[in-house]
């Protein structure tokens, strides 16, 4: 078991580190004790010659501290009130411990909406890596004070699985307030044991991950096993384990058997194929024929008009979609050449014949293979 870590880390140069708001939480509030022995670790990385891009959380703890809140915050908007009061505390409390370590941080906080758009996409990963080569420490968080809805990103486990994908990190950790992953919820079954390493997204993996969530946390399990799903297509190994453990991030590096390893999936997705899957909404369905689907599935085909039997929603030119069976399994996501009511006019239609229907035709494939990600194979539940 040693040997696949120390495998599997051999050539980790690029880190991505997550901490959950439950590793920076003490009873009361922000646990400047234990970011500074974070900060000391992540320091002690780049000294080794590591780069690390940390995304954490706890802007919302340190606000509610700040104003003597106690309990949940109920409403969106004190939410976003007490992000934008801790936001600030928390990267001087950053600052300040990596400063003492000799490292500048640099603070970037982003929506979905920011990842969603292709060019805005571009300039975040050109930042990130213009940051890495001065040396500087990027710190991310989701810019709470205006994410809503629609535009969050769920939880910090999801943000930082898009960014392992901008940054192409060579390994996730995901430092969280419990050792792993378990086989069941070890708060509520004394005898759930640790799983040292995962080497497929099996049922059992996914419903041994819950949504239960210690109380200054979001996610739980599941959106940490979620987010390990999302980075391992890509090639990127992930560790989740416990943040509160001391030299929990020089024993990793180490290859000793801390908290649950995901090994990378044999299948990848490239950078743009994975932000097409992960990152963008889709904004309709393409409900297409078992043909469509071998060709798409099994042979890396485009789609074409003739695979479609169906239309879904509005969208235009450009916009993601999803490729749905008949049976209303979601395989694939792209970005379509055609508009929703373009599409409805040659749905069943030979290539040959788009010109003749539309008055016009740009391309021959409604959605081409370059744009168009496979999602069924790993991840069957969550696109
Ligand atoms: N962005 C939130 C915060 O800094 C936390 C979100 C999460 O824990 O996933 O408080």
């Known amino acids: 078991m040693e040997n696949i870590r120390q495998e599997t880390l051999a050539h980790a140069k690029k880190i991505l580190i997550k901490v959950g708001s439950a590793v920076l939480t003490g009873s009361d509030g922000l646990d400047i004790k234990i970011i500074d022995s974070l900060v000391q670790e992540m320091s002690d990385l780049v000294r080794q010659g590591y780069s690390v891009v940390l995304v954490t959380s706890g802007a919302i703890v340190s606000g509610k501290q700040r104003m003597n809140i106690t309990g949940k915050l109920k409403s969106m908007p004190e ?18 411990s990596f400063e003492k370590n000799g490292h500048y941080v640099a603070q970037i906080l982003l929506t ?6 292709r060019q805005r996409y571009l300039n975040i990963r050109n930042t990130l890596s213009t940051l890495t ?3 500087a420490i990027p710190i991310i968080n989701e810019n709470d004070t205006v994410a809503v809805d629609e535009i969050k990103f769920g939880e910090n486990d999801n943000l930082a699985a898009m960014i392992a994908n901008i940054i192409e990190a060579d390994l996730f950790i995901n430092l969280t307030s419990t050792d792993g992953l378990y086989d069941g919820n070890p708060a509520q079954f004394k005898k759930a044991k640790l799983i040292p390493l995962v080497r ?9 991950a819950t949504e239960d969530t210690s109380s200054s946390g979001t996610g739980g399990m599941k959106s940490k096993v ?12 992930c560790i989740i384990a416990s943040g509160k453990k001391k030299k929990v991030l020089a024993d990793i590096m180490a290859g000793k058997q801390i908290g649950t390893l995901f090994l990378p999936m044999a299948d990848r997705l490239n950078s743009k194929k994975y932000w097409i899957a992960f990152t963008l909404r889709p904004r309709g369905k393409l409900i297409i024929d078992d043909g469509a689907k071998k ?8 789609l074409l008009p003739s695979g479609i039997i169906d239309v879904e929603g509005d969208f235009d030119l450009g916009d993601p979609v999803s490729c749905v069976s008949r049976e209303g399994t979601i395989l694939a ?6 508009s929703s009511a373009e599409i409805s006019k040659i749905k069943g239609l030979k290539t040959s014949q788009i010109s003749q229907v539309l008055g016009h035709k740009d391309y021959d494939e409604v959605i081409h293979r370059d744009n168009l990600a496979i999602t069924k194979q790993n991840l069957k539940n969550k696109i």
């Open 79 to 96: 939410k976003q009130a007490a992000a934008a009061i801790g936001q600030g505390r928390l990267m001087r409390v950053y600052a300040k």
């Open 333 to 338: 996501k792209g970005l379509v050449n055609f």
């Open 295 to 302: 060709a798409l599935l099994e042979k890396g085909k485009s």
């Open 226 to 237: 979620l987010a390990a799903k999302k980075v391992t297509s890509i090639g990127i190994p």
């Open 200 to 208: 497929e997204f099996t049922e059992e993996i996914e419903s041994a």
């Open 112 to 117: 979905l909406s920011d990842l969603s758009d």
């Open 133 to 135: 080569e001065w040396g």
